[in-house]
């Protein structure tokens, strides 16, 4: 009886752990001497990306199609959460030769 109980709970939390969330992941974007690194990433819905600026002047990470438009001043940082799936072609407002892409997936 003791047995069958045993095998029973294994069973639940092996299936739970299959179906719990997966846990969103950090991911940095950095902008240093007028290029941005990495110029292509993948990432996930619900990721964190972190702008960081390393140059000495300002910078934006500018989305072609409008999901986003991060402000980065010179030596600063920022933070944007993914919110929805697609491929994202970026670039800075200010430096447009600046250019990037990012793939979220779902």
Request: hydrophobic share 45%.
């Amino acid at each position: 009886m003791m047995s069958g109980r045993l095998t029973s709970l294994a069973i639940a939390l092996a299936v739970a752990a299959m179906v719990a969330p997966a846990h969103a992941a950090t991911i940095e974007i950095t902008m240093e001497n007028l290029v941005i690194s990495p110029a292509e990433i993948s990432a996930r819905v619900g990721d964190t990306i972190n702008w960081i600026n390393k140059d000495v002047f300002a910078h934006t990470a500018t989305a072609k199609n409008g999901d986003f438009d991060v402000m980065l001043p010179p030596k600063k940082s920022a933070t944007s959460i993914l919110k929805k799936a697609g491929t994202i072609e970026y670039y800075c407002r200010y430096h447009p030769n600046m250019k990037a892409m990012l793939k979220v997936e779902p």
